[in-house]
């Protein structure tokens, strides 16, 4: 096993010192080590963050290998600085079994690029009828911890309770799409003025906001845990903000796409919810009509450090045409508003994580008529880059919410932890100050919808490292 | 000109006002025996229509026709659409027959937007989904101009299911632009969320018809689907004509000189009794006549075509 020192790197945004990696685990921290046998990496200007943990990822396979597979994903993942990601159950067959959580687990091993972590199916088929066998996938070898029907509500109250209070024997979790189905037949973005000009159904906010009230209630009462995947709206933020208050066990993600993007993008305007954040007081684009809900909330209070404003995005980036379904994703984009609590929430810790929901899908399946299209983005190798644009160099930040927490909410114990000496070397390193344009056809996925096609996005993934081995060298991956 | 009209958005006053003139013109041709103009010779017009819409389809042909184009009418049952040809592969077929024009009407919002991405010719929405339908807000802007003498300063009731309408939205921009105002009424459940911030910010909306009858210059009858009371917006066909349907005594609300419209086709009993719909107030035989000129000066204006 080579040994790999790092030179001159800043770990989690501190003062520039020295790693050497060796045997799987950090062995040394500290400026001025010598390693003659070890490869030598400069990290100059680089930035070294606990490996990226990835609570929402779909892989595919088994089932649409034509949009990803295992493989593919684990490649895309390391290469957005994850060590470690959890693979949503809505394959095909549905990962409802302990036979298909262990046909993805031993595909992610093979891989070896980063830990494939199965998530099992909450309910038979995804099918919201009755539970799947929970404790057969926990106690399987891919030890299964978090539960999930994503892309369909566990919408019946009694099998949420019933899912909620079952998995407490093994220390389970309940990830909830929040989205009552009967508030949302043939939804097909935000219910706003959008939705109104380009004659769409619309998603109602309180869709998602009915089902994590209700959950949040139903996971005190019977003393559980509930996580609540891809939050997207403003009064989900609230609802959340209050059971938290109260002490419900809850936590909640956030998707790079959501702190982002708005439901104006759909009608092909040039609206993100301004890219520049943390603490500049000027909009980027010099448009006033991108910016103000999320400048005013996203202040220099949150990270208690003074951390120079945020690269920029550029302003000459502008959106696809109208209609264009890459930009069709559930839960929807939101409104700017929606954008401004979100980053808010996620600084305050009311949101715990940033999770990508890295969603492929064939050509075909986005090439086509809005309505028709599948709903999901790519967001495993660019989800830093958004985060950097979104919160700035804010490093303990993005290492709690990208990094530390995700690894806590699923049970990772080997992942999450910076860099110190005797800990599993699962890292990344970022350098800050490089800038990537966006070209769909790079990407290491088996597919092209990414929303930031030709966007020019700050940071750059150098290298991951996965048990001391690099997954990623020099951007690109090892295999 | 534009390339394609997409949208009743796409067309400022100038523009639009430009289509209702030469429509006038294109008018004058109907009257002759001989109702046609060499214009769009060797020009193909192609109408792809998903969706069954037989007066849409043979009024664009028959303007096409007029104008002398070649027409393609090409329909989802019965082609290869049917056999789950793609909206590209179809638009990329229909580029290499060389279609100048493509006609289109579609189930789906903003298909006439990505079929724009895919063809060279001029891409005209024929009605997508619950979208826009932009030749209808012309031709009824033509209709109203013809009867009552201009457009600005006009009072327009756009009653029903505004919600699922893409002629209520189509109307509600281009009556804006050409400087009409428009009062949308219907159950609160049939008006889309934020409708003047999505499309004409001077937009009004009522839930009470008999309020707003006496001060219109024309109503605008939506077509309501009975179905819909199946999804709780309103709660039975009877309620529903009782508070939005137009008859006879609410008829006689409407000033002395206002007109009666409808897109067709009627639900006769349900948004509209025979004794409203066959009134001298009544414009909908008109509107279909005014189709044809207003489609034939859309693809003549679109297409380029040479002098009249």
Redesign the interface.
Known sequence: MTAYLITNVSVVGAAPTDLLIRDGVVAEVGPGLAAPDAAVLDGTGLVALPGLVDLHTHLREPGREDAETVESGSRAAALGGYTAVCAMANTSPVADTAGVVEQVWRLGREAGLVDVQPIGAVTVGLAGGRLAELGAMADSAARVRIFSDDGHCVADPLLMRRALEYVKAFDGIIAQHAEEPRLTEGAQMHEGEVSTRLGLTGWPAVAEEAIIARDVLLAEHVGSRLHVCHVSTAGSVEVLRQARARGVRVTAEVTPHHLLLTDEVVSGRSELASPALANSGSSVSGRSELASPALANSGSSVSGRSEPASPALPNNWSPAGAYDPVYKVNPPLRTAADVAALRAALAEGVIDVIATDHAPHAVEDKECEWAYARPGMLGLETALSIALAVLGPQWELIAERMSRAPARIAGLDSHGLDPAPGVPANLTLVDPAARRVIEPAELASRSRNTPYARMTLPGRIVATFLRGEPTVLDGKAVR | MIRHLLSGADLDAAAATQILDTAAEMATVAGREVKKLPALRGRTVVNLFYEDSTRTRISFEAAAKRLSADVINFSAKGSSVAKGE???DTALTLQAMGADAVVVR??????P??L??WVAGSVVNAG?????HPTQALLDAYTMRSRLGRLAGLRVAVVGDVLHS?VA?SNVLLLSTLGAKVTLVGPPTLI????A???APGTDVSYDLDVVLPDVDVVMMLRVQRERMNDSYFPSAREYARRYGLDGPRMRRLPEHAIVMHPGPMNRGMEITPEVADSPRSTIVEQVANGVSVRMAVLYLLLGGNKL
């Open positions: 793609s909206l590209k579609h189930p789906a919002s903003g298909a937007h990505r724009a991405d997508d989904g619950t979208h826009e893409r939205r889309p969320v934020d409708i911030a999505a499309l």
